[in-house]
């Protein structure tokens, strides 16, 4: 993403906002970033307040953790289908729960280019974290790779707007550049004003910069030219649906990223039965049951088994989360839209096979484990204007709601 800023009185660069060009992502060819203000989690709060990734637990987990906790944040990032009560409701709980929580647990605002760092026991990942105008999106400086499901996208909607704010980045990546590389690891070594551990055990720490790195990086991030994102699709759909002008965004370069599936649970309806799709899939039994090691292959849970089997993915042509979709889910199943259908669920391919088949064989179901996408693969997707079905990837370590809010 190229940035341009300007400089403020104390001479420190400061990004382009606004003003006669309408908030728009570019001035000429070049894209602005812009520094956000932020409420930060207090650092006596922050272990109670942030929880696991979202989208890692299921409703009921949700709920759980969040009747158990006062605190959690995940009483603001509550919905519907979390709640299975009336979405207006759940959203003023929401709306309360957010109020509470700033005036107890969070520091004033402040306006900063922020890094944010996470670290689990496998992976680490240093981002740039910062406001991107929505406009972007519209002008293909930042590049979507997924389509998203309808009640996902109105659901954050309905969210946006009810309470105003952002708290869960939205996951960016960008070619590596070793200007941005040298200021965020000389940066990353002064004290931080945030460092912490989640109850799941990721260890995360913030640095809020000031005008001298903030405009290192504004002058670095020149020589990126395109942004691409990796989490945080329906997000960014809601932002530009309720008309706001910019979302909160961490960037991390391609180098730092870890790409895991996201596999699928199915519904069966007659007249499809388990013993139909092993056939039609050409599916045979899978014993021991190992994730797919290389594109093409699908691990299938069936009738409290294990098979496999193998797609068309046409020498690279083909994703595997694409061919699953084309061959099996529209094309034996009868799923026509998976933007819509109830009978498709996700589950994030951080989770084991044991689990995974625990939700299939609970659901009375189907489950498909994928092999992940390459990052390269999606930005070749994404350059291209195609786009993959709904969550078709997660990577790891995912980035927190609640360590930042952003009033908008």
């Given at each position: 993403?190229?940035?341009?800023?300007h400089h403020?009185r104390?001479?420190?660069?400061?990004?382009?906002?606004?003003?006669d060009?309408?908030?728009r992502?570019?001035?000429?060819?070049?894209v602005?970033?812009?520094?956000?203000?932020?409420?930060?989690?207090?650092?006596e709060?922050a272990?109670?307040v942030?929880?696991p990734a979202?989208?890692?637990?299921?409703?009921a987990?949700r709920?759980?953790l969040?009747?158990?906790?006062?605190?959690?944040?995940?009483n603001?990032v509550?919905s519907?289908?979390?709640?299975?009560a009336?979405?207006g409701?759940?959203?003023?709980?929401?709306?309360?729960?957010?109020?509470?929580?700033?005036?107890?647990c969070?520091?004033?605002p402040?306006?900063?280019?922020?890094l944010?760092r996470?670290?689990s026991?496998?992976?680490?990942?240093?981002?740039?974290?910062?406001?991107?105008?929505t406009?972007?999106?519209?002008e293909?400086?930042?590049?979507?790779?997924?389509?998203?499901r309808?009640?996902?996208?109105?659901?954050?909607t309905r969210h946006l707007r009810?309470?105003?704010?952002?708290s869960?980045?939205?996951?960016?990546?960008y070619r590596?550049?070793?200007?941005?590389?040298?200021?965020?690891?000389?940066e990353?070594r002064?004290?931080?004003?945030?460092?912490f551990?989640s109850?799941?055990?990721?260890h995360?720490?913030?640095w809020?910069l000031g005008?001298g790195p903030?405009?290192?990086?504004?002058?670095a991030?020149?020589?990126v030219s395109?942004?691409?994102i990796v989490?945080?699709?329906?997000?960014v759909?809601?932002?530009r649906?309720?008309g706001?002008?910019?979302f909160?965004?961490?960037?991390i370069p391609?180098?730092q990223l870890?790409?895991?599936?996201?596999?699928?649970?199915v519904?069966?309806?007659p007249?499809?039965?388990?013993?139909?799709?092993?056939e039609?899939?050409?599916a045979?039994?899978?014993?021991?049951?190992e994730a797919p090691?290389r594109?093409?292959?699908v691990?299938?849970?069936?009738?409290q088994?294990w098979?496999?089997f193998?797609l068309?993915?046409e020498?690279g042509?083909?994703l595997d989360?694409?061919?699953l979709?084309?061959?099996v889910?529209?094309?034996?199943?009868?799923i026509l839209?998976?933007?819509?259908?109830?009978?498709l669920?996700v589950v994030?391919g951080?989770l084991?096979?044991?689990?995974l088949?625990q939700l299939?064989?609970?659901?009375e179901?189907?489950a498909?484990?994928?092999?992940?996408?390459t990052?390269?693969?999606?930005?070749v997707?994404?350059?291209?204007g195609?786009?993959?079905p709904?969550?078709?990837?997660?990577?790891e370590?995912?980035?927190?709601?609640?360590?930042f809010v952003?009033?908008r």
């Amino acid at each position: 993403m190229t940035l341009h800023g300007h400089h403020n009185r104390s001479g420190a660069r400061r990004p382009k906002w606004g003003g006669d060009d309408g908030g728009r992502a570019t001035v000429g060819s070049v894209v602005v970033l812009r520094p956000t203000t932020a409420q930060v989690v207090r650092p006596e709060w922050a272990a109670s307040v942030v929880g696991p990734a979202y989208d890692s637990l299921r409703p009921a987990e949700r709920r759980q953790l969040a009747a158990a906790n006062p605190t959690s944040f995940f009483n603001v990032v509550r919905s519907p289908a979390d709640e299975d009560a009336d979405g207006g409701g759940v959203l003023d709980a929401a709306a309360d729960a957010l109020e509470g929580l700033l005036a107890s647990c969070y520091g004033d605002p402040t306006e900063a280019l922020f890094l944010y760092r996470l670290r689990s026991a496998h992976h680490e990942q240093a981002t740039v974290t910062a406001d991107v105008p929505t406009a972007a999106v519209l002008e293909g400086v930042v590049r979507p790779h997924e389509r998203t499901r309808t009640a996902k996208e109105d659901e954050l909607t309905r969210h946006l707007r009810r309470l105003r704010m952002n708290s869960s980045p939205v996951g960016l990546t960008y070619r590596p550049s070793a200007r941005i590389d040298a200021v965020v690891a000389r940066e990353l070594r002064r004290p931080p004003m945030l460092d912490f551990s989640s109850i799941d055990g990721v260890h995360q720490t913030v640095w809020a910069l000031g005008d001298g790195p903030t405009g290192e990086l504004l002058d670095a991030f020149t020589e990126v030219s395109t942004a691409y994102i990796v989490d945080g699709h329906h997000r960014v759909a809601a932002t530009r649906r309720a008309g706001a002008p910019a979302f909160l965004a961490s960037l991390i370069p391609t180098d730092q990223l870890h790409l895991l599936p996201y596999h699928r649970l199915v519904g069966l309806v007659p007249p499809v039965t388990r013993d139909r799709l092993v056939e039609a899939v050409g599916a045979v039994r899978a014993s021991p049951a190992e994730a797919p090691g290389r594109p093409g292959t699908v691990l299938l849970r069936a009738d409290q088994r294990w098979w496999h089997f193998e797609l068309s993915v046409e020498e690279g042509r083909r994703l595997d989360v694409a061919a699953l979709e084309e061959d099996v889910l529209v094309g034996v199943l009868g799923i026509l839209d998976p933007r819509t259908d109830p009978r498709l669920d996700v589950v994030p391919g951080h989770l084991d096979l044991a689990r995974l088949a625990q939700l299939a064989d609970e659901g009375e179901g189907v489950a498909f484990a994928l092999h992940p996408p390459t990052v390269a693969q999606l930005m070749v997707e994404a350059d291209a204007g195609r786009t993959l079905p709904p969550k078709s990837t997660w990577f790891e370590p995912k980035l927190r709601s609640g360590v930042f809010v952003v009033r908008r």
